[in-house]
């Protein structure tokens, strides 16, 4: 998503050089010049370069390519600065007659190698010029249009001028229309990359990571809002030393505070240095800095914060972009956090659930496995072994469908059901009804649940599927694995009656148990419980003990797919 938001601002850079392009083809046709060019000025860094040029031969490219790109600096002279400071269009017929020629011999002289400056100081007396403001709609100046004409055409006249300052609002508008285009891309793509994630601490570095980008900034921290103590922690930064991942500031405590107190953005003013925090700047060498805060209605997650070691680096477009770019971090904190809670609260409904050590249960081996989709505790599988009153043991393995809290907490219910009914019944198929009755009308309209039961004891299993696949007994004599099918529909689905049925389950039997995460991994459209599970049990189920058989199984479906998307539970249980 990164390099579609980068190819959108290369398209509008790419459409900018076509449309300068074409302008200056439009000064060459209706002006006889020897050469033109857009120079665009970065006000943060002080710079003047080319967005456009053309030159009618290499001696004229060669005696104006040493000034088209170069410092800025209004008090040592130059065509481009007289016009810009002056704020009106400048035509000099002759350089000689010009108030700046002086300054301007002076600057190339110290600033250009010997005969760099006598070139392009030979050009600047055979020759004409006009530098011309281009400005955008709203009066900011981005930087001129300049032509120049060699001896012996002709100088450039008054009605030049007027002709050249057409295509200066003409380049006033590209250049704002592109500048426009290319944050706006940038800014869609920033804020695509911090709403993507929802882990909070991998949100706090992105939001960083994407602030220096847009503000073109070398520095960048994010501070949290801490209600508790009204402090500001910061909680991810780049640029900065080790010691600001450890910076903690007071509501109100300087600029920064007073962003959090107020709510409203800053740009740093030098008439403001006596409110900075003097320690933190000198320290970290910040001479110019941005702090927006990060609100979601009355809701302050905290401030973020761009910097620089060189003074106004920063202008008031670049603070907007940041402003902009903080609304869409707000929505990425949030959904982060509400995310994160979500996942507290599922993680403590399944708690109980999640395996450690497989239980102990009289005469069997068990061997068991969580794996949750992109390792998340919280989903629908339903699972469990214990000890009945009789001393006879329980297995069960099932699946609500869905995803979500509300998944985590009807499979947490489901749980809780059939192990409390097996108090009274022992028989799967009653405890099941048992449990259908309970859910009825506890399950939303469309959710449904698979479940598989079995009781074991004196070399028997008794058992009942309602509608749960990834049932097998694999016999310690050998032979194909043993399917123990559907004997009902899954619970929810309708009411009904669900069948019980009794097979062998002897020293050496393994009953194999999964959930449909296993079995519907997929690589290249082919189902893992298809293509891999039924080879895998038949050569090494009766070979391993529970606990290698479940790891190894798990090994081979991660290896079959990069992530798994939706839960597993993997459940192998032997007679011993």
């Known amino acids: 998503m990164r390099q579609t938001g980068i190819e959108d601002a290369v398209s509008a850079e790419a459409w900018l050089h076509r449309t300068l392009d074409e302008i200056l083809a439009g000064v060459r046709v209706l002006l006889d010049v020897t050469g033109c060019a857009f120079q665009v000025v970065d006000w943060s860094r002080g710079v003047i370069r080319p967005a456009a040029e053309w030159f009618a031969d290499d001696e004229t490219r060669q005696a104006l390519e040493a000034v088209l790109t170069r410092p800025y600096d209004p008090r040592r002279g130059g065509v481009t600065e007289a016009a810009i400071e002056g704020g009106e269009p400048l035509l000099i ?12 011999h002076d600057r190339l002289r110290e600033q250009l190698d010997p005969e760099a400056a006598a070139r392009a100081w030979a050009w600047y007396e055979t020759s004409s010029y006009i530098s011309c403001p281009v400005r955008t709609v709203d009066g900011r100046t981005l930087g001129v249009l300049a032509i120049s004409r060699a001896r012996p055409r002709p100088p450039l006249t008054t009605e030049d001028l007027r002709v050249v300052e057409v295509f200066a609002d003409l380049a006033g508008l590209a250049l704002e229309r592109a500048q426009a285009a290319r944050e706006q891309a940038l800014l869609g793509s920033a804020a695509r990359e911090v709403s993507r994630l929802l882990e909070p601490e991998a949100v ?13 900034a070398p520095k960048s921290f ?22 600001v991942a450890k910076a903690r500031f007071r509501l109100g405590e300087g600029m920064i505070g007073r962003v959090a107190a107020s709510r409203e953005p800053y740009r740093s003013d030098a008439a403001d240095a ?31 914060n761009v910097s620089a070691e060189d003074p106004d680096w920063f202008d008031d477009a670049t603070l907007d972009l940041v402003v902009a770019f903080a609304r869409a971090a707000a929505g990425a904190i949030a959904n982060a956090l509400d995310f994160q809670r979500e996942r507290r609260i ?23 496995v969580y794996e949750p989709a992109g390792h998340d505790v919280g989903g629908g599988d339903v699972f469990g072994a214990w000890t009945l009153p009789s001393g006879a043991s329980a297995v069960l393995v099932g699946d609500v469908s869905g995803k979500g809290l509300e998944v985590a907490a009807l499979s947490s219910m489901v749980r809780f059901f059939v192990e409390a009914r097996t108090w009274d019944s022992e028989g799967p198929a009653e405890v099941l009804a048992q449990t259908a009755a309970l859910l009825r009308h506890r399950l939303p309209s469309a959710s449904f649940v698979s479940a598989f039961m079995a009781v074991t004891d004196d070399d028997r299993l008794r058992y009942a599927n309602a509608g749960h696949g990834s049932t097998f007994l694999l016999p310690a004599a050998g032979g194909e694995p043993l399917v123990l ?18 097979v062998a389950f002897g020293p050496g039997d393994v009953l194999f148990l999964a959930t449909d995460g296993l079995a519907e991994a997929r690589r290249a459209g082919a189902f893992f419980g298809d293509a891999r599970l039924p080879g895998l049990l038949a050569e090494h189920g009766r070979r391993l003990g529970p606990e290698a058989l479940v790891a190894l199984v798990r090994r081979e479906v991660e290896a079959w797919t990069p992530e798994l998307d939706d839960d597993v539970v993997i459940l192998a249980v032997r007679r011993c």
Request: aromatic content about 8%; hydrophobic content about 45%.
């Open 93 to 104: 017929e002759s350089v000689q007659g010009w108030e700046g020629a002086a300054a301007l």
């Open 204 to 216: 706090y570095r992105e939001i960083v990571e994407q602030a220096l980008v847009l503000a073109d």
């Open 222 to 243: 994010l501070a949290r809002f801490e209600p508790a103590t009204e402090e500001l922690r910061v909680v991810a930064a780049q640029g900065f030393s080790s010691k």
């Open 274 to 304: 006596d409110r900075f925090l003097a320690g933190f700047v000198e320290r970290e060498r910040v001479a110019s800095f941005v702090h927006v805060p990060i609100t979601l209605g009355p809701r302050l997650f905290g401030v973020l």
């Open 346 to 368: 599922a993680h403590a409904l399944t708690r109980g659930f999640v395996p450690g050590p497989a239980p102990a249960l009289p005469g069997l081996q068990l061997g068991l």
């Open 485 to 502: 099918g559907a004997t009902g529909l899954p619970l929810g689905v309708e009411e009904g009656g669900w069948q019980e049925r009794e």
